[in-house]
């Protein structure tokens, strides 16, 4: 079955330790997004590519990095994560946004990050 | 800036029984898209129903419907014949056309019992 898939589940890292997430999918989509979910918050969007192209929010930390090698996957690299990064880090794709097309966003099952 | 707003943080529903769960949005636009999401407990995020604000007749997937009034900015999913497996969070979504991005409500948590 066609899916996204994100690598590891769980991640333990220590107050100040680089960590990577990582993210693949099998859909073929144009566009990859991170977001971050804070318990019962509505996700946050970080950053999203279109093809190579890498879009940044506005308020999105310096903290936070992102890599796209190719179209399948997809890191996120956090700096020097501290204790309000704890979160679910979910990544999602869509199709290319073709005008009117309101595309759905299929996600991962999420990294949940605990940072010690 | 768009924002979309959903009054209920929790819900509880009788399985079997029918549940309403509101969301308002606001938009200076005129075509767009609204979604509701079901994020259930540990597991990913998956489309329940997709709205084109320009087409009047309201979508339907099964039990799953809505109500879109444009005028009022409102779209309510109903859920009907609620199953123990209807029980998650839901987020209601907005995309303004674009380039497929979403803005989220706040979420509301479902609970069904038995």
């Known amino acids: 079955d066609a899916m996204v898939i994100q690598n590891p589940r769980y991640q333990v890292t220590q107050f100040g330790k680089p960590v990577t997430l990582s993210c693949s999918q099998t859909l073929n989509h144009n566009v990859m997004y991170w977001y971050q979910q804070k318990s019962s918050q509505a996700p946050k969007l970080l950053f999203h590519?279109?093809?190579?192209?890498?879009?940044n929010e506005a308020d999105t930390p310096d903290n936070f990095q992102s890599r796209r090698p190719n179209t399948s996957f997809c890191f996120l690299d956090i700096r020097s994560p501290g204790l309000g990064d704890a979160a679910m880090y979910l990544c999602?794709?869509?199709?290319?946004?073709?005008?009117?097309?309101?595309?759905?966003?299929?996600f991962g099952p999420g990294t949940r990050l605990t940072v010690l | 800036a768009q924002t979309v707003t959903q009054s209920q943080p929790e819900m509880s529903v009788q399985e079997a029984e029918t549940v309403t769960l509101s969301c308002t949005y606001d938009t200076s636009e005129s075509d767009y898209y609204l979604f509701w999401y079901k994020q259930p407990p540990s597991r990913q995020m998956i489309l329940v129903i997709r709205?084109?604000?320009?087409?009047?007749q309201n979508a339907t997937e099964n039990r799953f419907s809505v109500n879109f009034q444009k005028a009022a900015k409102s779209f309510s999913l109903k859920i009907s014949d609620s199953q123990l497996g209807d029980a998650a969070m839901y987020f209601c979504a907005y995309d303004n056309n674009a380039g497929n991005m979403l803005t989220f409500g706040g979420g509301t948590r479902l609970m069904v019992k038995p």
């Open positions: 590519y279109y093809d190579k192209d890498f879009n």
């Open positions: 999602a794709t869509s199709r290319a946004p073709l005008a009117g097309a309101g595309n759905e966003q299929f």
């Open positions: 709205q084109e604000a320009y087409k009047q």
